[in-house]
């Protein structure tokens, strides 16, 4: 069978870098200077997966016109004398020799390809680059066949360039829709905020009234109730149960063991569905599930019950507190919008990190009914939606680092790292060539477990990044996670839920 060729699509725009507010020599935002604390020194990595062979060539070529044309990709990032442990960004000329990497593979040699890559990504989890001598970022072109793409690409950013909405807008501006090579992949990144509808308001006003004061006092109570929260984890008043899953506090982050797994999309559609919930609702019902699955082995273990029996047996220990810190946007529907123009028009934006995050309780136990994870997990987003939590977490850490406050890492103290992207409806092309499969993850970090659900095309991927030491078995766990949605889809059927219904996330 032929591989498809790249496609040639049309450079964007002009040659010189945008630099936000049209100044050089920026500073780096609080935010950026976070990623560069010893807790949460963070590089984001993304495995992309292509239907076809890559062209290095092609590929270099391109990214002197897109990706290059954002001021942070070709930057150095220095010590800024005005600000006392500050840094800034200075403009450097790139030389894409040193950030695109092209290996020399032999796949004759290699007994499996899926392995090599995990292998290699695992081992690029061992380093790092310094920040003085080129731009944070690099990209590693490994033309090896593996079981879900014919060649796969690394993509590695420093986590100080930006959060997850801002990179995902910046790639996206570097892809084409595979069904029409000149047209751009619609803007995938649901808004962050509505504008709510005021009609109707004059003849129910005693009841609106009413709506709207409990409205508040819910939002302020909750707010409070959880910035306590937080604060108290800070403090290790509130912490985690030593679980398998936990990493231990003050040890340097090692080496990540980084596995994905693709499902089907519309079966997490169909499950949310049937529940009348969203699909962010069902990933973190699917998670609770599948932790409780592994951890439950993993205590039969400890007991030393056989495997089999430790699977049907009620093994985990009572009243498991297990968190987890869910990343969330903070951006408004303009300022995504901004983004999502940011190569393609030239346009001149604020870009970086503007994220958030709130402490979510997961349950961790055995159900004879998979739907009750859903139900509870639906009962608890609802709840932290009515909490300005996430802003406020995002105005501690951004004074923590401004005042130089050491130990305020708040998600670093919680078992693990949550986040859901939705992704690209249609498929895509990253300069010409088709892509399989998008897997984001992260390392750097001293959680032991990192998850990431993100959705492309027709179906949902997860990715595991996991503490190479603490938990040895990445493989078992992302089985586990696979087979709770399976239980779920099964239990909908079973009862005959089925029905159709418009929202998603």
């Given at each position: 069978m ?46 992309i ?14 990214l ?6 954002h001021?942070?990709?070709?930057s ?15 403009p450097t000329t ?8 092209v290996?020399?593979l032999e ?14 990504v ?7 680059i310094k920040?003085s001598?080129?731009?944070?970022w ?12 014919e ?5 590695r950013?420093h986590?100080?360039l930006?959060?997850?909405?801002s990179?995902?807008?910046l ?21 962050t905020s509505?504008?709510g ?24 109570y909750n ?7 937080v ?8 912490k985690?149960?030593e ?49 409780s ?35 969330k946007d ?7 919008q ?24 997961f ?12 139900r ?6 609802d ?60 390392y750097?970090q ?12 027709n179906?949902?991927?997860f ?43």
């Open positions: 032929q591989l498809p060729k790249p496609i040639k699509v049309s450079p964007i725009v002009d040659e010189n870098p945008i630099f936000e507010n049209g100044k050089e020599d920026q500073p780096l935002s609080p935010m950026s200077r976070l990623f560069h604390e010893p807790e949460s020194n963070l590089y984001i990595v993304v495995m997966g292509f239907k076809s062979k890559i062209n290095p060539d092609f590929v270099k070529a391109n002197g016109h897109s990706l290059l044309k001021h942070r990709f070709s150095l990032q220095v010590e800024d004398e005005k600000i006392k442990g500050g840094l800034k960004w200075v790139v030389n894409l020799d040193n950030h695109v990497i290996p020399n796949p004759k040699s290699i007994d499996s390809a899926d392995k090599f890559v995990e292998d290699y695992s081992n690029l989890s061992k380093t790092g920040m001598k080129q731009p944070m690099d990209l590693h072109l490994l033309n090896i066949k593996t079981s879900d793409a060649s796969v690409a690394v993509l950013v986590h100080s930006g959060d997850g909405t990179l995902v807008s790639f996206l501006s570097c892809t084409r829709k595979v069904s029409n090579p000149e047209e751009l992949p619609s803007n995938s990144i649901p808004p509505k504008e509808d005021s009609s109707g308001i004059k003849g129910f006003w005693p009841y609106l009234s009413f709506k709207y004061f409990w409205f508040v006092f819910s939002l302020f707010t409070l109730v959880d910035a306590v929260m604060i108290a984890t800070i403090l290790m008043f509130a985690d149960s679980t398998p899953l936990k990493g231990i506090m003050g040890k340097a982050p090692g080496p990540r063991r980084i596995v994905h797994r693709s499902l089907s999309l519309e079966d997490v559609k169909f499950v949310k569905n049937a529940m009348n919930t969203t699909i962010n609702d069902a990933v973190v019902a699917v998670t609770q599930a599948g932790l699955r592994y951890l439950n082995r993993k205590y039969g273990e400890l007991l030393l019950v056989n495997k089999g029996a430790s699977e049907r047996n009620n093994n985990l220990p009572k009243n498991i507190r297990l968190r987890a810190a869910i990343m903070l951006r408004s529907s303009s300022e995504v901004e983004l999502a123009d940011i190569v393609k028009n030239g346009y001149k934006t604020k870009s970086g990190n503007k994220i958030g995050f709130v402490i979510f309780p349950s961790i136990a055995l159900r004879d009914d998979p739907l009750d994870y859903l509870e997990a639906k009962a608890r987003m709840r932290k939606k009515a909490s300005l939590e996430a802003e406020f977490s995002y105005l501690l850490s951004q004074y923590t680092v401004k005042f130089g406050i050491k130990g305020a890492n708040c998600p670093s103290k919680t078992t693990l790292l949550f986040s859901n992207v939705k992704g690209p409806q249609e498929e895509i092309s990253f300069y010409g060539h088709p892509i399989a499969y998008v897997a984001p993850s992260c750097g001293t959680n032991g477990l990192t998850i990431h659900f993100v959705s492309y095309a179906k949902m991927t990715i595991l990044s996991v503490d190479d030491d603490l938990i040895p078995d990445p493989h078992q766990l992302r089985d586990d996670l696979e087979e709770s949605l399976h239980l779920m889809k099964n239990a909908v059927i079973a009862r005959g839920l089925t029905k159709s219904n418009a929202s998603d996330y």
